[in-house]
């Protein structure tokens, strides 16, 4: 299993790579995926639960960055027609934007049917890096520079409440959710306590969030609020921000000194119907309300960066809008690198 240290090691700025997830599906059979990188060195090819090593000619080859099933590699692959098919398959599948329809699965489905890679990269970047917003938030790092304890809450959708990781769907690695593997960073970086509330509702949007933001956000009085909302919403950008402004405006009635940090979402499946709205305009509507005292987490254009090298099959839980374990680091990723510098 890897170390704390190794899972957080961020993807745009490491030698290694660790645990990249891949999921293969063979098309006109050929059974291929792509790593972000080209790989210097491969190092371990795991099942995603960590519990099967797979060996290199035996199971798979490298070639530049596409790692390849062999004939009879114990690997597991999708076949294309299992993944998009003409007929619905109630609770398991959602229309596609082409008339066809689109696997589905909740729990540990894709997990169980991933793989993960851990690899020295060759050279390459993602044309992608979080910077530090420290200065955004100056009362919660002061508090972390002096050890003061410090609560955070996250208040969002299922993503942020944790859906499709291992930790969650109680299968191995156990991956913890990504809030918590943020504040965790925050605990051992700057050794002080650090509480930490998640109080996010799977399918719930922005409106939910200003209807429930007093009770599940203001009255704890946090130092640092998380606002986590947008896979669900279907608003204009300027709209959705709007809302999130009025979310802000709701919980400094009660706790007047909590500073926020503001997502922007991940984006859904975007060949499934009726997920994929205005995601895309959130950050630009977003960052209009930075400012001191409110940061904004990109998880959207991190994610971006990892499609145009990934597929967003290797980064899915549910092959609709939840992220896989690799995905869940990254967004910790981000969020630890705005607060350690």
Known sequence: MNTFEQLMSPIWDSEIIYDEFLTMVRSNGV????LLFEPKEILSVTSADKLTYYEEGKDWVIR??????????????????ELVFDECKPEESFPTTDGKYSLFKEGHFFHDRQMAVTYKKADGNLMFAPKFQGKLLPKTMAKLYQQEPLKVVLFGDSIAAGA????????????????????ESLRRYYNTKVEFINPSVGGKDSYWGLECAKSKVADYKPDLAIIAFGMNDRDRGKVFAERIRKIMECVRETSPKTEFILCATTVPNDRVKGFYYYQDEHLEALTKLQAEGVAIADFYTMQKCLMNKKRFIDMTGNNLNHPNDFLIRCHAQVLAAMLIE
């Open 31 to 34: 059974c291929q995926a792509p």
């Open 64 to 81: 530049e960055n596409m790692l390849c099933l062999t004939e009879g590699s114990r690997i597991f692959a999708f076949e294309e027609e």
């Open 164 to 183: 499709n990781s291992s930790g969650m769907t109680l299968t191995t690695p156990f991956l913890p959710r990504w809030g918590n593997l943020f504040v």
